[in-house]
């Protein structure tokens, strides 16, 4: 009785004391949690224990900072209702954004391309004092590369993050030499940056990147200095990570050893794969948990991208308490896995791939699409019912199972909203540019819109 009338506010309060030490032992964190319907009643986890606290790492090239290993990814913030237009939930982040630093995360990453979440970082963080954490955020300069827009874009940054410094400062998203060279440098920003790094505004400067192998080579081997650098990198993406509109060779092994072998930090986004490798077939769930009983999906593929020495920070854009809670756990009882370990996720990788995939993270980078189609969430539907091996081929409809599959794809291809699903596209390309994954989503939509004409 009590836990139903407890306010949505007062079990965040009550998490937040637990958090802050005036409760003792985990299971007062979770009671007040679930109390709040915040977290499912059945979810199975192993909580954190009060003092849990992640793993940090320190780099000589930086200061000798000590950064923790798993940072926040702040470009999946949970919102106040369903859909992607509701607002920022500003309590759940500020609980979030307390219990990660009671329990060492120092790391917060944001993005002036991530909607409303510098500001909501902001928010949360400014209630903490400014030395207690590092804030990473970038130069999201895609539409508009003009020095003076971009200045205005850094200084807004500055404000929605309520500081007067950044200490990671990411040119954001790179995709090739051409890019870098018309949104950094034939404008005349870099030397702005470089400035502002000599001022103490920008602490560390570096790089995300989205591109191949020879793309990084040639960056890296430019003049500049990098204090470090952002890749995309998993168990999945390990041997081969193709470009969708090249071919040009991507791995994230070469990627991550070309740094290493520079000795330039690396930090890690995409470790789950925009959440597919937490959500993979059950097939694939049961042979992960022969081998890594303690760990969740999620937990092995956090643990497979921090294991490698050369890791500064992995990213997790964690949505909910669940999710910050069991990343907790799994770096504060980090074990890195050695050779075998990571023999056997190739052949994980190898059976995970055995199934059409379209390699949308979910990052939102292409929305709005004018149109109004909702192309993350076409690319879920088709990408979920793949991972569970329930993909229907309309040219084999005698198929064992055929009508249960196309039932079940059309069942969750209806739960898209009204004229967001691929018929809606008109391959008006708008989208194109915008991918760092370099989908092809035009092409990839006429595909899912033909698979759903054919089912009949
Ligand atoms: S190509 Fe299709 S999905 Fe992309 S922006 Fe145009 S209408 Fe939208
Ligand atoms: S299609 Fe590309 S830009 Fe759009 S959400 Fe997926 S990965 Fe991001």
Not at 44 to 57: L, M, S
Not at 66 to 91: E, T, V, W
Not at 225 to 242: A, H, R, S
Not at 377 to 385: D, I, K, R, S
């Amino acid at each position: 009785m009590e836990k139903k009338n407890m306010s949505r506010r007062e079990a965040i309060r009550a998490m937040v004391l637990a958090g802050a030490g005036l409760a003792a032992g985990h299971s007062l964190v979770g009671a007040p949690l679930r109390a709040s319907g915040l977290m499912p009643e059945d979810w199975k986890f192993t909580e954190p224990a009060k003092g849990d606290q992640v793993i940090h790492r320190s780099w000589k090239s930086l200061g000798g900072e000590s950064i923790s290993l798993l940072g926040m990814g702040c470009m999946r913030f949970p919102r106040k209702g369903s859909g992607r237009r509701a607002p920022l939930d500003q309590d759940v982040i500020n609980m979030m954004i307390d219990y990660a630093l009671e329990h060492g995360i120092n790391y917060f990453d944001t993005a002036p391309a991530y909607g409303d979440s510098e500001r909501a970082t902001g928010e949360a963080l400014s209630r903490h004092k400014r030395g207690d954490y590092l804030i990473a955020t970038k130069m999201s300069n895609f539409s508009n590369a003009d020095l003076g827009a971009c200045k205005t874009m850094f200084a807004n940054s500055l404000k929605n993050l309520r500081t007067d410094y950044v200490d990671y400062f990411l040119l954001h998203s790179i995709g090739s030499v051409d890019d870098f060279r018309k949104r950094f440098v034939d404008n005349g920003l870099l030397p702005y940056l470089q400035d502002l790094r000599k001022k103490g505004t920008i602490r560390h400067l570096g790089f995300s990147f989205h591109g191949s192998n020879a793309a990084l080579k040639a960056l890296i081997e430019m003049p500049y200095e990098w204090e470090f650098v952002q890749i995309q990198m998993n168990y999945v993406d390990w041997k081969n990570m193709p470009l969708e509109d090249s071919d040009e060779p991507c791995d994230s092994e070469t990627l991550y050893k070309m740094l290493e072998a520079k000795n330039i930090p690396v930090v890690i986004m995409e470790p789950i794969r925009g959440g597919a490798l937490a959500n993979v077939s059950s097939g694939l769930q049961g042979r992960l948990a022969e081998r890594f009983p303690t760990l969740s999906p999620a937990g092995v593929a956090l643990t497979f991208a921090s294991s490698y020495p050369g890791v500064m920070c992995t990213l997790s854009g964690m949505s909910n308490m669940q999710q910050l809670m069991e990343n907790v756990y799994t770096f504060s009882h980090f074990k890195p896995f050695g050779e075998a370990d990571n023999e056997y996720l190739m052949e994980m990788a190898r059976l995970y791939n055995g199934n059409p995939h379209i390699p949308c993270t979910a990052c939102r980078y292409c929305m709005p699409c004018p149109r109004g189609v909702d192309i993350p969430g076409v690319f879920a539907v088709y990408n979920g019912l793949s991972d569970e091996l329930m993909l229907p081929d309309p040219s084999n409809k005698r198929e064992k199972g055929y009508k249960e599959k196309k039932k079940k794809f059309l069942t969750r291809y209806a739960t898209l909203a009204k004229d967001t699903d691929a018929s809606a596209c008109v391959m008006c390309n708008a989208c194109l540019p915008k991918c760092p994954q370099r989908i092809r989503i035009p092409e990839q939509m006429r595909m899912v819109h033909k698979l759903v004409k054919n089912l009949g």
